[in-house]
């Protein structure tokens, strides 16, 4: 079974501030596709990043990075000098190929971010 | 481009009552999916079909029926809604089983059903 696990709940911090939001996976497939999605208060999902299991090198967007270490079964996400537009529940996602063509997606809880003016 | 499309995006329902959420999606994609969100949970998957004319249940499938009507469209009915069934349901779509499939789902914006 695969098990994505957001010990944050809720963060807050000031504008400008750099904040990391954590994620720890299990599984065990050899295989797999790690995800972030952004869920603005509007309400919808927005697709952040998506990593395969045999790329480890990290990645930066902009003001966002992400860092994945598979030692310690980690994808954690980073923004740097933060905005109040970056409020927003964070999920962290696991996929996995569940047969048939289909995959499955398992979401971590997710994390509540609130950047204060 | 509409993407995935759900139908309605707000609903109150009394318990005991029935009702259908609606999913298209145009992206000739395989595979859908049916999720819930509720406060501190994160998105659980309710049910899934993998391709036209298969389904099969995921983490939360009691008290929901589903159809995959056509490659397009896949509905998620609940017979006798009940207060625990309120919460915020999301349908996705992904490609399937294709070459460089990675797994990407994509989303609907989401239906709020609220069951008195």
């Known amino acids: 079974a695969q098990k994505v696990t957001q010990a944050q709940t809720e963060i807050s911090v000031v504008e400008k501030e750099d904040v990391t939001l954590d994620c720890v996976y299990e599984t065990r497939d050899t295989t797999y596709y790690l995800f972030w999605y952004k869920q603005p208060p509007s309400g919808e999902l927005v697709f952040l990043i998506r990593r395969n299991s045999f790329d480890e090198q990290n990645e930066i967007s902009g003001r966002y990075s992400w860092n994945f270490q598979k030692s310690t079964s980690s994808f954690n996400f980073t923004i740097t000098a933060s905005q109040v537009v970056d409020s927003a529940v964070y999920f962290c996602?696991?996929?996995?190929?569940?047969?048939?063509?289909?995959?499955?997606?398992?979401f971590g809880k997710g994390t509540k971010l609130s950047v204060i003016p | 481009n509409a993407g995935v499309t759900q139908t309605p995006k707000f609903q109150v329902l009394k318990t005991g009552q029935s009702m259908t959420l609606q999913c298209a999606q145009d992206m000739n994609h395989n595979s859908m999916y049916w999720y819930r969100q509720d406060p501190g949970m994160g998105l659980r998957l309710i049910y899934y079909s993998a391709s036209e004319g298969t389904t099969d249940k995921g983490e939360v499938p009691n008290g929901y029926n589903v159809s995959r009507l056509n490659k397009r469209e896949f509905s998620l009915r609940l017979e006798s809604a009940a207060p625990s069934q309120t919460s915020v349901y999301f349908c996705?779509?992904?490609?399937?089983?294709?070459?460089?499939?990675?797994?990407?789902?994509?989303f609907g914006e989401g239906s709020r059903l609220t069951v008195l």
């Open positions: 996705a779509s992904s490609p399937g089983l294709v070459p460089r499939n990675t797994g990407e789902l994509f």
């Open positions: 996602a696991l996929s996995v190929y569940s047969g048939a063509g289909s995959y499955q997606l398992t």
